[in-house]
Structure formats: C-alpha cells, structure tokens
C-alpha cells in the first residue's frame, strides 16, 4: 500500500503533508477562509485547491475537518477579542 501511494504521488508530482503543512494550512484558513465563509463543503474545495497549488498530498478528510474547526475557532475567538479590545 505504502508503494502504491508512493507511485501515485510520483505520478502526480505531489509530496506527502507534513504537521509543518497543516500548520501553515490552518493559518491561512484562519486568515483567509474563515474570514469569507463558514460553509465547510466551500472550505473543503478552497484546503483542496491550497494543497493542489503547494503540491501536497490532501490530508485525510477526518484531519481536513479538524484543522476547519480549529481554524473558525480561532479565528471567532481572535475576532471577539479584537472587539472586545
């Protein structure tokens, strides 16, 4: 199994995701997913084409759905503290 995703990879020039990967990820959904929208089908296509344009291999779709909840999280509570000051 691990050979065939290694082929896969290969052949769509892709590299597996690092926790380097999905930190980066969660801060730019915090930046810039969360901000726009709260509908997570349209987060899910927008973490799809990030990794698409890095070049990394999605994350599954369980670790996908954690980093969009941390994400909208942080950036609520980032957005009621900027209020709140």
């Known amino acids: 199994l691990k050979r065939h995703r290694q082929e896969i990879r290969d052949l ?4 597996p995701s690092s926790v380097a990967d999905a ?3 969660l801060v730019w ?7 726009e929208t709260r509908d997570t089908d349209q987060l899910r296509r927008r973490v799809r084409d990030w990794c698409q344009e890095r070049r ?3 994350p599954s779709a369980e670790r996908v759905d954690r980093i969009i909840r941390s ?12 209020i709140a000051s």
């Open 12 to 15: 769509l020039g892709t590299r």
């Open 23 to 25: 930190e980066a990820l």
């Open 29 to 35: 959904l915090q930046d810039e997913g969360a901000a």
């Open 56 to 58: 990394v291999e999605l």
């Open 71 to 82: 994400a909208v999280a942080s950036y609520d509570d980032r957005f009621c503290a900027d």
